[in-house]
């Protein structure tokens, strides 16, 4: 929510690894959009101790400065360092939009965050794309560090996880297609990006060279107003582009949070067309944890983006996330199933949580359940079931019950850190 001591002041958030997709987009905003400002904090120089800080128009800088690291971390000095430069850019007024473009790794989650916590309205969040770099970065996983990209000594990131949840937490996509020194997309990028992330509005820039400088939209104030004469109609002020009214449609802090938890998250349903295709594996039975860690790799490999939940039988109180993209997996623990808490505590879940619970809900297991999708050109739909399948309990040790579960080897003691 918006603090009432502050100046109106709407801001977007614009992101992504594609970096002359996003510069694209951020210059079709100032051109659309005239008067707002853009402010920037570039990284890359953060191993010399320095955070720089750039804001600036549809005419040029208008200031530069930079910003110290806090505690050796570059996403933290630009935390400190962002809600003041909007609340002056507020104070001024006049300013119809203020876009933060992210650098590279940031991601859009943690800045929207701040943003609002700060007491501003986020109007919108934006990834920028480039369909055809969708499958080469799913498929990278090269640590941020050897790019020069990590954001902070500590960042283990890698670029393929980084830039699937600047994809997948962002509402709008951004599409810079025929981009300088970009290969041409084809129907196969594109639909790619339409089964990683259904739900987003996707707005395509159109011709936006992102190394010139943007055109200022049409002067309003009064110095520039043709002189009035009886016979003159005013004219009509200009039609917003779908991008800037994309920038401005609002956008829920929260909403977004939830949709990206492992418990409620909005994942992708059965897709297959154009060479990609999305499976969804939905079972009510838990996996062997010995089973399924013999075949990580394999299904790790399976496809360029697999996501979702899952529940181990020696871990039967345990919600475990899945997070799988360039060809390594994370797996957390995401907190309890819900089945597992007693009734008291479901009052302080959240009701999004509570509702996700009830879509799953079984008479002898609550919410425990295998929910994981798997997203991929040429996908192996029927030799990734069998897979599947193959982890789960077998009928006899299903029977044995959850007291001969709690006795099956622990292998994943270690991605977990137990």
């Not at 962002?82 to 002056?88: A, G, S």
């Not at 418990?263 to 838990?286: F, K, Q, Y």
Request: proline share 9%.
């Amino acid at each position: 929510m918006s603090r009432p001591d502050l100046p109106a002041l709407p801001v977007v958030i614009v992101g992504g690894l594609h970096a002359d997709a996003r510069r694209a987009t951020v210059a079709r905003l100032l051109a659309d959009v005239p008067g707002s400002v853009v402010l920037h904090h570039d990284l890359a120089t953060a191993a010399a101790g320095t955070v720089v800080r750039t804001v600036r128009d549809a005419t040029g800088v208008l200031s530069a400065g930079e910003a110290p690291l806090v505690n050796d971390c570059a996403c933290c000095a630009l935390r400190e360092d962002l809600v003041p430069e909007l609340r002056r850019l507020a104070d001024a007024g006049g300013t119809p939009l203020a876009v933060v473009e992210l650098w590279d790794s940031v991601e859009p989650k943690a800045m929207a965050e701040v943003v609002t916590a700060g007491g501003f309205t986020v109007t919108g969040v934006i990834t920028a794309v480039d369909p055809a770099l969708v499958l080469p970065y799913l498929g990278n996983g090269d640590d941020l560090a050897e790019g020069g990209l990590a954001a902070a000594a500590t960042d283990q990131r890698t670029v393929a996880d980084t830039f699937a949840r600047q994809l997948e937490y962002a509402p709008v996509l951004a599409l810079a297609e025929s981009l300088p020194g970009s290969p041409e997309a084809d129907d196969e990028d594109r639909e790619l990006l339409a089964q990683l992330h259904p739900t987003a509005r996707r707005v395509p820039l159109g011709h936006v060279d992102p190394g010139a400088p943007p055109t200022p939209g049409r002067p309003t104030g009064p110095s520039s107003a043709p002189e009035a004469t009886p016979e003159a109609a005013p004219e009509p002020a200009p039609a917003r582009s779908e991008l800037a009214r994309a920038a401005l449609a609002g956008f829920d802090v929260e909403a977004a949070a939830a949709a990206q938890h492992p418990a409620c998250a909005l994942l992708p349903a059965e897709a297959d067309a154009h060479g990609v295709a999305t499976l969804v594996w939905h079972r009510r039975r838990p996996f062997h944890p010995e089973r399924l860690y013999a075949a990580l790799e394999d299904l790790t490999c399976a496809a360029a983006r697999s996501r979702g939940r899952f529940w181990l039988a020696d871990k039967a109180d345990t919600l475990l996330h899945w997070d799988a993209a360039g060809g390594a997996l994370c797996v957390e623990s995401a907190g309890p199933w819900l089945a597992s808490l007693p009734d008291a505590a479901w009052e302080m879940v959240p009701p999004v949580r509570r509702a996700a619970a009830a879509l799953d809900w079984h008479p002898e297991h609550g919410d425990r359940c295998q929910h994981l999708v798997f997203t991929s050109p040429g996908l192996d739909r029927d030799g990734l079931e069998r897979l599947l399948e193959s982890c789960l309990l077998t009928d006899d040790e299903y029977a044995a019950g959850r007291a001969a579960w709690q006795r099956l080897p622990s292998a994943f003691d270690a991605f977990l850190e137990v």
